[in-house]
């Protein structure tokens, strides 16, 4: 299968308005407007909360217990585990039940902090493992779903997957980069700038991957330098959140080598696990221009 197949096959269309690369992210048009450094012990559930999903993800199953606060770094563990870990909210008994498996994590900033445009960047060092991916991403939870022919309305934005460790096909120290919208079903559709590149190793050394959104387009950046464009005018115009995750490839709860191209996983040896995520902070910034008067 070629490289546009396989991209196609997971986001739909491929390009992506053509741009300079290397170009720098101008950062004087952006104040700062929120942020989270991951200091203290625990994460601020002022800003974050675990409620998407909270047991079955794709080829694993998410649990708060996976996600931690320490040496300023968020850190979302992933690893194998025989017993099936408890549920934290026994009163959402209509969610499949937790099986022994491979669990990870998420955390959103979904019902307590949206934002409309600007540019949105994480710090932080990728999980080295196979079989799974961490992610830095954003969504708008109704105009997602809804099927008009048009990403004006909310679209999910990957700014980050990272599905490339050791996979033998597709290389090693590479991030993919795309967008969704109109649902997930027969009306989907996406675009992707495909593979970028990452030249400070990812898995040993922090990078930043950020987005700049506008009524135009998505302009994506790996340490402030432009990888691609998405959007061509037809991007979300309404609030979108934030979430960093990790997931397993696969389904229904089981793992397996999918198409996402992230290589096959072993429980062996003992000592690649648990593989981390570890995330030293995450910025928005809004464009000085839509700031509130009197900010």
């Not at 030249?199 to 959104?213: A, F, L, S």
Request: hydrophobic letters at 25%; one cysteine or more; a negative charge.
């Amino acid at each position: 299968m070629s490289i546009s197949t396989f991209f196609g096959s997971v986001f739909g269309s491929i390009g992506g308005t053509p741009y300079t690369k290397g170009n720098q992210l101008d950062m004087s048009k952006f104040t700062l407007v929120w942020e989270d450094n991951f200091d203290g012990t625990e994460l601020d559930m002022d800003k974050w909360g675990y409620s998407w999903w909270i047991t079955e993800r794709k080829g694993g199953y998410w649990h708060e217990d996976m996600v931690s606060v320490k040496d300023g770094n968020l850190i979302i563990s992933a690893e194998y585990k025989d017993e099936p870990m408890p549920y934290t909210y026994p009163e959402y008994d209509w969610v499949k039940p937790y099986k022994p498996g491979w669990y990870t994590g998420v955390i959103t900033t979904r019902d307590k902090y949206l934002q409309t445009y600007g540019y949105f960047e994480v710090r932080c060092i990728l999980p080295a493992a196979t079989g799974l991916w961490s992610a830095f991403w954003m969504m708008n939870d109704d105009g997602v779903y809804n099927v008009d022919g048009s990403g004006r309305d909310g679209t999910e934005i990957d700014i980050f997957e990272s599905f490339y460790y050791k996979d033998y096909a597709f290389g090693g120290d590479y991030i993919s980069t795309g967008i969704h919208y109109d649902g997930y079903g027969e009306g989907h559709k996406g675009d992707s700038i495909g593979k970028q590149y990452i030249e400070n190793d990812p898995y040993n050394e922090y990078n930043t991957y950020g987005v700049e959104w506008n009524e135009d387009e998505y302009i994506f950046y790996i340490n402030g330098k432009e990888t691609g464009r998405l959007g061509k005018g037809d991007t979300s115009q309404n609030p979108e959140y934030l979430l960093l995750s990790v997931e397993f490839a696969g389904e229904n709860g089981v793992q397996n080598s999918d198409r996402h191209g992230t290589g096959e996983i072993s429980k062996t040896p003992a000592e690649n696990w648990p593989a981390e995520y570890k995330v030293d902070y995450v910025r928005c910034y809004q464009y000085n221009d839509k700031l509130p008067t009197g900010a």
